[in-house]
């Protein structure tokens, strides 16, 4: 569907647009104090605190509700930062539209379930209000569009998506893994939708919110949105990825922003060299998968005519064992081998079952 979606925020000098603030409002202390704290560094755009919170486990802090509002109601009168908040259902855009909150998210597990983002939607018609759409908790690129498009046809212009990461099973040194390509479709189907990326809910943890705050700006990301509490430690919700606004502050200093290009000829003709190598070696890597389901054929045929399975979940660990071990020598991290691997295993698969069903089939008109 053809969107005319309008920024959320018109970035000034290719200034990024900072979203900081709680993970929850607790306290009316808490609440003004961090927004205090995020005032005095002069380019924070938009205060955040979540009012009602979608916790995985009953008996968690499941947000402070209406009165929390009256706060941010505070924040934005006393320090002048716009405010924003989560919103899930009817009465919660009601409340944060009463209250005057400047700009309204939906969370990831809203985008997930199409039922809550037509009910927001619907309580958005006739209203004029940018709307912050994190993406479903699962890996669905197409959920997440169609959360923008219901919030588009309620007659929202001004949308911006958060990259906020994705559910997984399994070790992983992400609390949601980033899989970076998703926003990067998303990026090249909506040339012109801000994309933020939320670092707090990406990591989890203190540690690696620079580098992946880093990498949104080297994709080209218009903003990040973190999780800043005065103690972070004693936080009621998401404590171990919340820092304090001092260390916020460090951590936006730090970051570069990236030119799109450059007009230097020295860099245009060591770029344009650059990327034909790459270009050459995408073009080897096809040629070689192409070759490798050919011989994945072949195995198809034989296995049919000797009547073995196609899975042999042996082989196929010992694969993936001495790939990953192969993988590392040459700088390749566990994740990515793994993903590779699965993705030309399963390909191969669906080649061999191919040739086998038409096997079949020939032999079924013979
Ligand atoms: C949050 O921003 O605190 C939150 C609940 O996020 P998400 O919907 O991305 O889990
Ligand atoms: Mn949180």
Redesign the pocket.
């Known amino acids: 569907m053809q969107m005319h979606i309008r920024p959320i925020i018109e970035r000034k000098e290719n200034r990024p647009i900072l979203i900081a603030g709680p ?1 929850s409002a607790e306290t009316e202390e808490q609440v003004l104090e961090t927004a205090h704290g995020l005032a005095a560094l002069g380019y924070v755009d938009l205060f955040r605190a ?1 009012i009602w ?2 916790r995985t486990r009953p008996g968690e802090f499941e947000g402070i509700g209406t009165v929390g509002l009256s706060w941010l109601r505070r924040v934005k009168e006393e320090t002048g930062l716009r405010t924003t908040t ?1 919103v899930a259902n009817t009465q919660h855009v009601f409340e944060a539209l009463k209250y005057g909150v400047d700009v309204l998210w939906l ?3 809203t985008t997930v379930n199409p039922f809550s983002v037509q009910e927001v939607a619907d309580a958005l018609k006739g209203v004029d209000i940018p709307v912050i759409v ?1 993406n479903p908790v699962n890996p669905d690129l197409k959920l997440w569009i169609g959360a923008i498009e219901r919030i588009y046809n309620a007659g929202i212009r001004r949308i911006a998506a958060v990259h ?1 990461g994705f559910s997984h099973h399994g070790d992983s040194s992400y609390r949601n893994v980033p899989r970076w390509q998703i926003p990067i479709e998303l990026r090249r189907l909506y040339p012109d939708l801000q994309i933020i990326c ?1 670092n707090s ?1 990406i990591c989890g943890r203190r540690d690696t919110l620079f580098d992946v705050a880093q990498r949104a700006f080297d994709l080209s990301y218009d903003g990040v949105m973190t999780e800043v509490h005065p103690r972070p430690d004693e936080a009621w919700s ?1 404590a171990a990825q919340q820092i304090t606004p001092v260390q916020y502050g460090d951590l936006v200093s730090r970051i570069k922003l990236r030119q799109i290009t450059s007009d230097d000829p020295e860099y245009v003709h060591n770029i344009e060299h650059l990327r034909h190598e790459i270009d050459e070696i995408d073009e080897e890597l096809l040629n070689l998968l192409g070759r490798r389901m050919l011989l994945a054929q072949g195995i198809g045929r034989y296995k049919k005519r000797n009547n073995i399975a196609i899975l042999q979940s042996d082989r196929w660990a010992e694969i993936l064992g001495r790939a990953i071990t192969k993988g590392k020598a040459k700088g390749l991290s566990e994740d990515f081998v793994t993903i590779l691997l699965r993705s030309i295993h399963e390909e191969s698969i669906n080649h061999q079952q191919k040739v086998m069903l038409e096997e079949e089939i020939k032999k079924g008109v013979s």
């Open positions: 993970c979540g919170k979608p989560e969370g990831a597990r994190k906020r939320d809910h998401d």
